[in-house]
Nanobody, 129 residues
């Protein structure tokens, strides 16, 4: 069973930066498609970034230019560097893993969350003004 563990969430001031990490362990990880989603209280889950095993990257418009997704295949870890954080970035951030098709599932609403079969427990990011 694949296990995803997110770390790095914190409380920061607006304009600050954070780097989230997602470490994958267990059976079945091939890194075909990794993603970061977030969910704020009372809002729907939003996919914000995906990276495929071959390095194809996509971002949601809401974070484009402020976040960078990267991966270290040797460590089975995916990162999300977030800069110039805003109060509206406050949310629980989740890491997810899926097949390569998951990375091809982007629409105007973001990546299709149903294409991701493994999810972490989340890490909280709180941005104060």
């Amino acid at each position: 069973q694949l296990h995803l563990l997110e770390t790095g969430g914190d409380s920061v001031q607006a304009g600050g930066s954070l780097r989230l990490s997602c470490e994958a362990s267990g059976f079945g990880f091939d890194g075909a498609c990794m993603a970061w989603f977030r969910q704020a209280p009372g809002k729907e889950r939003e996919g914000i970034a995906t990276i495929s095993r071959i390095g194809v990257i996509n971002y949601a418009d809401s974070v484009k230019g402020r976040v960078t997704i990267s991966q270290d295949n040797g460590k089975n870890t995916v990162y999300l560097q977030m800069n110039n954080l805003k109060p509206e970035d406050t949310a629980m951030y989740y890491c997810a893993a899926g097949t390569l098709w998951a990375c091809n599932s982007w629409s105007s609403s973001g990546p299709d969350s149903t294409r991701f079969g493994s999810w972490g427990q989340g890490t909280q990011v709180t941005v104060s003004s």
